[in-house]
C-alpha cells in the first residue's frame, strides 16, 4: 500500500513539474514577457509593449538558473535574465500557491539579493538594478488582482540631504496576486494571465482571447505550450490528486475493518467490525493528511481539503495535528 501511493504522488508530481515548465515557457515568450516587464519595472514603463517586445528580442542575455556560489544554500531560479542596455537582471518566478510553511515574501527578498550578491566583483558603483517578480497563480483569500512592489527608500531623520538613489535602489520584489475565475481582472496584465493560468476553458477559447483581446501573436512554440499547458492544467492534476488519496483512503479503510473483524473474534463480532472502520477511517485519513502536507509544504486546511475530509474526523485531526 505504502509503495502504490508513493508511486501515486511521485507521478502526480511529475505532471505537476511539466506544468510548471509550460508555464515557465510561456511566460518567457517575449510577448507575454512584455506585458509583465511594462507594468513591473519603473525603468520600461515609459515603452510601448511592441518596444519592450524588441528590446527583449534583441537586448535578452539568459542566465544561469543556479546559484551555488553560498555554500549549502543551493537557489534555482524559474526564469532569470539580464537586459544590459538597461543595466537590469530580471528573476521572474511562478508560484502555484502561496505556501504556507513559510512567507513567500521573505524568499523573494532573498532571492532578489542572492542575484545583487552575485555582482560582487564588479564596482559598488555599477551593480545592475535587480526586479524579482513573484506570480501567484492561485493566491490566497482577497489575494487576487494585487500588484505590491517592496523596494528600499531613503527616510531623512534630521537634516534633509538626499543620497543618490541608483546607489540604494538596486532591489525591487514585485508580488502578482492573479485574480481567481470569478473575479473581475483590475487591468489587462491582470486579465491576460487569468485566462493563461486561471480560466477554465477549452484551449482554442484561450488562443482566440489571446491573439483577439490582447494582440499575442500565437508562434509555433507558444501555440504549441499553450496547448502542452492546458494538458497539464492544474484542474486536471487537483482532481487526479484528490481521487487517487481518496481510494487510497478507501483501501486504508478495507484493511482498516479487517484488522477490526479480527479483533471482534475475541470481543465480539459487531464491536470489532465498528472500532476497525473506526480506527481503519482516522489511521488512513491522518497517513494520508501527514503526506500531503510534507510532500506539498501546505497546511493541515489545505491538504484535508484535498482529501474532502469533514465532520468530527476533521475535527480529530486537526486537535492531533495541531
Not at 517578480?133 to 505590491?148: F, H, S, T
Not at 475475541?266 to 464491536?271: E, L
Amino acid at each position: 500500500m505504502k509503495n502504490k501511493n508513493t508511486r501515486l504522488l511521485d507521478t502526480l508530481e511529475q505532471k505537476r513539474n511539466a506544468y510548471d515548465e509550460c508555464c515557465k515557457k510561456i511566460l518567457l515568450d517575449p510577448q507575454i514577457m512584455a506585458y509583465i516587464l511594462k507594468e513591473c519595472v519603473n525603468e520600461l514603463s515609459c515603452f510601448s509593449r511592441k518596444e519592450i517586445e524588441h528590446l527583449l528580442c534583441t537586448n535578452m542575455v539568459i542566465g544561469n538558473t543556479e546559484d551555488l556560489t553560498v555554500s549549502g544554500a543551493k537557489v534555482c531560479f524559474d526564469i532569470c535574465f539580464q537586459i544590459p542596455d538597461k543595466n537590469l537582471i530580471i528573476d521572474l518566478e511562478a508560484q502555484s500557491k502561496d505556501p504556507s510553511a513559510y512567507p513567500l515574501l521573505s524568499r523573494a527578498i532573498y532571492y532578489g539579493n542572492r542575484l545583487l550578491d552575485g555582482q560582487i566583483e564588479e564596482r559598488y558603483g555599477s551593480f545592475r538594478k535587480v526586479y524579482s517578480i513573484w506570480i501567484l497563480l492561485d493566491p490566497a483569500r482577497d489575494g487576487g488582482n494585487v500588484i505590491n512592489v517592496y523596494r528600499v527608500n531613503e527616510k531623512t531623520m534630521l537634516k534633509e540631504y538626499k543620497g543618490n538613489e541608483a546607489y540604494y535602489d538596486l532591489v525591487c520584489i514585485v508580488m502578482i496576486g492573479v485574480p481567481k475565475e470569478n473575479e473581475e481582472p483590475m487591468n489587462e496584465l491582470m486579465g491576460l494571465l487569468q485566462v493563461l493560468f486561471v480560466k477554465n476553458q477549452e484551449v482554442e477559447y484561450i488562443k482566440t482571447t489571446l491573439i483577439q483581446k490582447y494582440g499575442i501573436l500565437l508562434t509555433k512554440e507558444l501555440d504549441q505550450e499553450v496547448d502542452a499547458m492546458c494538458n497539464w492544467s492544474e484542474v486536471v492534476y487537483q482532481n487526479a490528486m484528490r481521487k487517487g488519496m481518496q481510494e487510497g483512503m478507501q483501501k486504508g479503510m478495507q484493511k482498516g475493518i479487517q484488522k477490526g473483524m479480527q479483533e471482534g473474534i475475541q470481543k465480539g463480532i459487531q464491536r470489532g467490525m465498528d472500532k476497525g472502520i473506526q480506527k481503519g477511517n482516522r489511521d488512513s485519513a491522518l497517513l494520508h493528511t501527514k503526506k500531503i502536507m510534507e510532500r506539498f509544504l501546505i497546511g493541515p486546511q489545505e491538504a484535508m481539503d484535498v482529501l474532502d475530509i469533514q465532520g468530527q474526523l476533521r475535527e480529530d485531526l486537526l486537535k492531533e495535528l495541531e
